[in-house]
């Protein structure tokens, strides 16, 4: 069995993300991260992923430091912090 392109591996992370399979996504997600630490696919997925608002907001952080135009890292920084501001559910 041949190994999977970042590519792939990317898709595959987004693919398991949407069947609610958020574990298994994120170690998709973190291995396309390894070989590409600037994607920012996959930071966005991982962002939305993170089991703690924090770390979203340091995903997204990074994905305005490589994008500052990133709509998707503005809107989702807004979503990460309405959930500190929730707390705990």
């Given amino acids: 069995m041949r190994d999977l392109t970042t590519s792939?591996?990317?898709?595959?992370g987004i693919e398991?993300?949407?069947?609610?399979?958020?574990?298994v996504a994120r170690q998709h997600l973190t291995t396309v991260l390894e070989e590409q630490p600037d994607n920012i696919p996959a930071l966005l997925w991982l962002a939305y992923l993170a089991p703690n608002p924090q770390d979203s907001l340091r995903l997204l952080n990074r994905v305005l430091t490589l994008d500052p135009t990133n709509e998707?890292?503005?809107?989702?920084?807004?979503?990460?912090?309405?959930r500190v501001a929730l707390g705990p559910g």
């Fill in 16 to 23: 398991t993300a949407r069947a609610g399979l958020p574990g």
């Fill in 8 to 12: 792939e591996t990317l898709q595959l």
């Fill in 72 to 82: 998707g890292a503005k809107a989702g920084i807004h979503w990460a912090r309405r």
